[in-house]
């Protein structure tokens, strides 16, 4: 790695934490990548402190039994943009409701098991590493077309995204 930028580095970090934490649901690779004081903020989940509140909200969207194939990858041919401490990526998730009812959304509900509704949506995230580690995560998602594809909100007629 001798002779990479601090921004190339940045980069390969955020590109192996994000292919691990995120595509692979390794919860431990938070301890080697990110601060011990990590923040994490997303819209629809709220902000989280620390790296065990961190293995916590991919335990949540790994272990979801809702929706038991929930995946996120980057985005490509989308590069991954650094600049200094910095890293920008788009990335894409989603998942099908299979399994049992599911009340925790910010609106709405899934009352009844196993609906076969499918959510896909994508997100950009900003990485801010300090010495190498995350030691912030803050993105934006579309929520609000994951909630539209469930069902939970109605689109405004005439309204083509």
């Known amino acids: 790695m001798e002779g990479l930028s601090v921004s190339e580095l940045n ?6 934490y994000f292919q691990e934490f995120w595509t692979n649901g390794n919860a431990n690779i938070v301890d080697e990548l990110c601060d011990d004081n990590v923040t994490i903020f ?9 790296k065990t509140a961190a293995k916590e909200v991919i335990a949540r969207f790994k272990t979801e039994p809702a929706f038991p ?9 989308f590069p991954l943009i650094a600049e200094s401490d910095y890293v920008v990526a788009r990335w894409f998730g989603g998942g099908k409701h299979t399994g049992p009812a599911f009340y925790e959304l910010p609106v709405g509900s899934l009352p009844v098991p196993n609906t076969g509704k499918e959510m896909r949506f994508s997100g950009t995230t900003i990485y801010r590493l300090q010495n190498g580690k995350i030691i912030e995560e803050t993105g934006e998602e579309s929520g609000l ?3 539209q594809q469930l069902g939970l909100i109605k689109m405004n007629d005439g309204f083509a995204p």
């Open 11 to 16: 980069r390969q970090v955020v590109t192996r």
């Open 42 to 50: 997303y819209p629809m989940h709220g902000r989280m402190v620390g």
């Open 69 to 77: 194939d929930v995946s996120f990858r980057l985005l490509s041919p």
């Open 145 to 147: 077309v994951a909630l």
